[in-house]
């Protein structure tokens, strides 16, 4: 389960990083600068027909300073995302791709695998 909100990953920074930063800093008011680290920010539904809905997120791996997601936006439109904690920031890259190239994808990553699992009987 990713531990960011839409605001976090717009913000870019995590609850996580600012409970820690406000337990260091004995929860005094302070402003502090935060980079952003996505390339693109983009709305989930605004580039499709979903208005109103949010995507299905589908939990791929997680762990305690990342996490891979595949979300459905409308069936026909996917979002490939993993979000990593990174010190006072969260890192958040998103491949959007329609059914056909999720398709193509899934396809490509069965081959490879059916490929390896010869090289690991010998």
């Given at each position: 389960m990713s531990h960011l909100s839409h605001a976090e990953?717009?913000?870019?920074?995590?609850?996580?990083?600012v409970e820690t930063f406000n337990r260091?800093?004995?929860?005094?008011t302070v402003t502090t600068k935060v980079d952003m680290s996505a390339s693109k920010t983009v709305q989930l539904g605004s580039?499709?027909?979903?208005?109103?809905?949010?995507?299905?997120?589908?939990?791929v791996v997680e762990t305690w300073c990342s996490a891979l997601d595949l979300l459905n936006i409308n069936g026909?439109?996917?979002?490939?995302?993993?979000?990593?904690?990174?010190s006072d920031r969260a890192d958040v890259t998103t491949l959007y791709l329609n059914r056909?190239?999720?398709?193509?994808?899934m396809r490509k990553c069965q081959a490879v695998l059916a490929?390896?699992?010869?090289?690991?009987?010998q």
């Open positions: 990953v717009t913000a870019g920074i995590s609850r996580r990083a260091t800093n004995g929860r005094k580039e499709t027909n979903t208005p109103g809905q949010p995507p299905q997120r589908i939990p026909f439109s996917f979002a490939i995302r993993y979000t990593q904690h990174i056909l190239d999720l398709e193509a994808l490929e390896n699992d010869g090289v690991r009987g």
